[in-house]
């Protein structure tokens, strides 16, 4: 509550007029309506009156308002506290929802279980390294382990293919 609202709201509780105000202390209704209306403030000696004619001390007629600035003060910093929060808990759930991070960890195990999957593995390998990027957090690990994979999977497909066409293998013949 500013000091105007405070003067007007003391009068109106005392049950004078700006008239009467005015009168008792010698100056123009019109002051009494700029203090009220905050464009203007009493000086030091017209608050000394004022808290004789309505019957406070100086300090009940301003203390509201800095009880009022300290309640001001206490909620500001609390929403700003909580806004603080808020924003952290924010980050912290952009975090989890992060793609990249989630897609790492699944590029990895899909990766290292493509090696069950021989020779289709020389179809899943490429996929993977195309979705890998470098900021994942397995970015090396996954091109390594992928060179080993093909290598892999090329060998067990050669393994194949030579078994299947009796390719290398000796027939005694009598």
Do not use: C, H
């Not at 007629?61 to 009022?68: A, D, G």
């Not at 989890?96 to 897609?103: G, K, M, P, V």
């Amino acid at each position: 509550m500013s000091l105007g609202q405070r003067l007007k709201q003391v009068r109106v509780e005392k049950g004078f007029s700006q008239a009467d105000v005015a009168d008792f202390l010698n100056i123009s209704r019109q002051s009494i309506s700029r203090w009220e209306t905050d464009k203007a403030y009493p000086d030091i000696d017209n608050l000394v009156e004022l808290s004789k004619y309505y019957e406070i001390s100086i300090d009940e007629l301003l203390t509201e308002t800095k009880v009022l600035q300290q309640e001001i003060n206490k909620k500001t910093k609390q929403m700003n506290k909580n806004i603080q929060e808020i924003e952290n808990k924010q980050r912290k759930l952009n975090q989890l929802l992060s793609s990249d991070s989630d897609e790492s960890w699944i590029l990895l195990l899909f990766t290292v279980f493509s090696i069950a999957i021989a020779p289709f593995g020389l179809i899943a390998i490429p996929l993977v390294l195309w979705r890998n990027k470098k900021d994942n957090q397995f970015y090396k690990l996954i091109i390594f382990l992928s060179v080993l994979i093909i290598i892999y999977n090329i060998y067990i497909l050669q393994l194949g293919i030579t078994s299947s066409l009796d390719i290398g293998t000796t027939v005694n013949v009598q």
